[in-house]
């Protein structure tokens, strides 16, 4: 059964882009840092670029209307090749102006990839570890209630004692022994709890009609039993989807290493010194350092692969950021999976706390659940993740 930890990742307060880095930035504030700088970086060269295909754009217009008026033979000419330097130029400044914006790209590419490395260790913290919902397990725990947990010690007493006449008895005995026995906590689930039931309609029916309080007492814990029968079957029924998710999660931590692997293949960067100057470095300002360097080999691969391979070089770029941004995405939904499965335990909570037997215990944990949600949501914000995972690029 999974389990679930309250992890409480908080954000200290926005540091200026401009400002020293601060050791004690979070990720995600280094991670802003950084693809803001880039897109300012890109703003910067495309408008310089802009303002000089505006320039040759009036150029052009103005050699356009000297060549049609002009009379002298020579003179048009003259501009003819003026205009065809001026096309030369524009059209060098055009592919500049592509080249910058690919650029710019595959280093948005790399920051985030190497980003999420960051961001899926807590996602699997939070879905590996004992929390919360290990709490709500304890709610259908029949020993957590002290008047299910006196009856019962009469009740196994009897069990035991007729299990020996008693096919039913015998069984319901052998599976208290498998589950771990209810009087050390063991749930109430699966063939148990029908058993129980059949164990406690014998109960009941064993008793003589002089022993009022008894019978009611039996009758009252065969009632809890099925609620607390039916809390944990509820509750299975949302944790099932958490094998899903971790089964998924393996899967897209893999994934990551692969495209990890192959993108620090192409920039010629050794794994083990990436994980030692970044994945395991504590310091922020070391960290911020080597992903500015990053950034630059980032943009010079894409340089390289220009003069390397002046034909097809997109190619290789584009479906490496094509991968990178295919792997934010699907991380992005998988923590609204997770988001919507949690929010899948209000509606749990809301069926059972107002119920006049284990309510109370149900209620209690509603204000713990809201903190996990508000958590969660503000540390992996899954719609504002998805949304800027697929405006992550500029197009051209």
Not at 81 to 89: F, H, P, S
Not at 134 to 149: A, H, Q, T, V
Not at 257 to 277: C, G, P, Q, T, Y
């Amino acid at each position: 059964m999974k389990k679930l930890l309250t992890i409480i990742l908080s954000l200290p307060v926005l540091a200026a882009l401009g400002q020293e880095p601060d050791p004690s930035m979070t990720d995600r504030l280094i991670k802003d840092r950084a693809l803001t700088e880039i897109q300012e970086s890109l703003e910067r060269k495309t408008k310089t670029i802009d303002s000089t295909v505006t320039a040759l754009d009036m150029r052009l217009n103005s050699l356009d209307q000297a060549i049609v008026t002009s009379r002298d033979v020579q003179d048009k000419a003259e501009k003819l090749v003026e205009r065809i330097q001026a096309l030369e130029m524009r059209q060098s400044a055009m592919e500049e102006n592509e080249q910058t914006i690919f650029q710019a790209n595959y280093q948005s590419a790399i920051v985030n990839l190497v980003y999420m490395d960051r961001e899926i260790k807590p996602l699997i913290l939070f879905n590996t570890t004992q929390g919360l919902f290990s709490m709500l397990s304890e709610i259908g725990n029949p020993m957590k209630y002290p008047e299910y947990k006196e009856w019962f010690s009469g009740f196994s007493t009897y069990v035991e004692r007729e299990k020996s006449r008693e096919p039913t008895l015998n069984v319901l005995s052998n599976l208290l022994t498998l589950t771990g026995d209810l009087s050390r906590g063991a749930p109430l689930a699966g063939p148990l709890t029908q058993t129980m039931f059949s164990g406690i309609n014998m109960y009941i029916n064993s008793m003589g009609k002089g022993r009022t309080d008894l019978r009611n007492q039996a009758e009252r814990m065969y009632i809890i039993t099925a609620k607390l029968g039916q809390f944990t079957h509820d509750k299975n029924l949302i944790e099932h989807e958490w094998e899903n998710i971790t089964k998924e999660l393996k899967e897209m931590q893999a994934l990551f290493d692969s495209v990890l692997i192959n993108n620090l293949a192409m920039l010629k960067l050794n794994r083990n010194e990436f994980h030692r100057n970044f994945s395991n470095e504590y310091d922020a300002n070391k960290r911020i350092r080597y992903l500015a360097s990053l950034s630059d080999i980032a943009a010079r691969k894409v340089s390289d692969e220009i003069n390397s391979n002046p034909k097809e070089w997109k190619e290789v770029i584009y479906y490496q950021m094509m991968d990178i941004q295919a792997l934010k995405v699907s991380f992005g939904r998988l923590t609204m999976r997770i988001s919507e499965n949690i929010s899948r335990y209000s509606s749990l909570i809301g069926k059972y706390k107002n119920d006049p037997d284990i309510g109370k215990n149900v209620m209690a944990m509603e204000s713990k659940l809201q903190e996990l949600m508000n958590t969660f949501e503000s540390t992996f914000s899954p719609l504002e993740y998805i949304s800027a995972a697929t405006r992550m690029y500029k197009v051209n």
